[in-house]
Structures are given as structure tokens and as C-alpha cells.
């Protein structure tokens, strides 16, 4: 996936435009209201979304292509950026107050989602928040193409995706306090001016602090 990515970015630069998702403010206002400090993004891209946290939070991004990296440190100077792969333990002992995790989560077969999901809690902080987009089963490609898992199509020739139900995006995050969830439409204003409207779903939750039972 990583050459996918890395080519498009290098033929098509800041390929979404310049302006943050509006999740990217959704997120921004629970994380104030929530006192956080730090915030992990994995799959950063070139920075779209972590220059709305950056001038209010201590903001790391991990990212795989090194196309996009060059692009995020010169559009948004106040984030570091990490080149490397969000399925992986990056900094094994670094742990943030929230994750923001814009449309990556649907991009990997069921392992591999878990695998990430395992990943960003492990970097999380007791009572951390997640804010995670996804595709959503009501967007225009669920259904489209040939069937590679439950719910995951080849939706373009080469590339495929899952489509959530809000049942499926609660299954993968149930071992969090749950305190949103919600579908939105994110219009996409590409480059080259055209735009693409889809339809995603939000999920956002709290990492519950294990209780240790031995302490007196
Ligand atoms: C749909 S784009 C979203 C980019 C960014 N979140 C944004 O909204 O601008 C998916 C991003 O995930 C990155 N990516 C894909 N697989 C990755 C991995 N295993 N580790 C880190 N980044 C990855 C891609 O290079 C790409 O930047």
C-alpha cells in the first residue's frame, strides 16, 4: 500500500486541498473540553489535519510515505512527523492524551484493523480519547466491486476499502467507554478543483484505566 500512496502523492501533492476536515474541529472541541495536551495522528499525510491541532496541542504525526512527510514539515512547521507504519510501535514508550485517526482505519483488511486499533491504545494515556473516521456502508462504493472480506470491496480496480455499519465501528472499539458516534459528509476539493462527496462515520471514546485489584 505504502507505493500506492507514496506515488500519488508525489504526482499529486497536497491531493485534498489545504483546508482540514471539519472532524478535524469536531475533534479539536472534545479534546479541549477533555484538557488534552497531546495528540498522535496516525497516516498524517502531508499535514491537512494536524495544522488545525498544532498551534493548540503538542501534535506527532506518523506517516509512511515520504512524499507526504516532505510536504507536512514545510505546511505545517509545529507538528513532528515520524516517517514509518501506524500498524508498528513506533516509539515504544511514548504515550499521548488522544489519537485523531482521519480515514485510514477503513483502508486495511480485519488483522490489520485490529492491529492498528491495538497500536494506538497502546499509545494512549489512562482515560486517553480516540477520534477515528471511516467509510460508511451508506457512502455510494459499499457494495461496488469484488467482495474481499465482509464488508471490504475492491471498489476501484486495485484498491479496496471497509465500509462500516455503525454496529461494526462499535464492535471495533468495544473495549472503550464509547462517548459519540455519529456519520457526517466529507466533501474532498481535489487539486485539480473537481470534488468528490463521501459519506463517513466518527466514533469517539475513552481508554478505561484497568482497575488493580491487588492494591489495598
Ligand atoms: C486516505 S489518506 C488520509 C490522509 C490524512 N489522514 C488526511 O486526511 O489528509 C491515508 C493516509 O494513510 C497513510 N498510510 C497508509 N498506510 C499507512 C501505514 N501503514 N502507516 C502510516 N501511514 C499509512 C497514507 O500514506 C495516507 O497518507
Redesign the pocket.
Known sequence: ??DY??QR?SSEGM??GKSP?RTAYHALEIFKEHHVQSVL?????????TKAFSSIFDVEG????TE?LAIAEEWDPDSRFIQ????EPILPNKTYDAVY????LH??LAKERKQ?IENCLHHLNPSGLVYFTCFSDQDKNYGVGAKIEEGTYEYIQGKYAHFFSEKDLLQHFSQLQILETGSCKEILNYNDHSTKEYHLRYIVGRKIQKVNHDEP
Do not use: K, T
Open positions: 500500500m505504502g500512496w507514496e502523492f491531493i485534498w476536515s495522528v496516525p497516516g498524517s499525510g502531508y499535514g491537512r489535519n506518523i506517516e509512511i510515505s507526504a514509518g507504519s501506524c500498524l485517526c482521519f480515514d485510514v483502508l486495511f492498528l
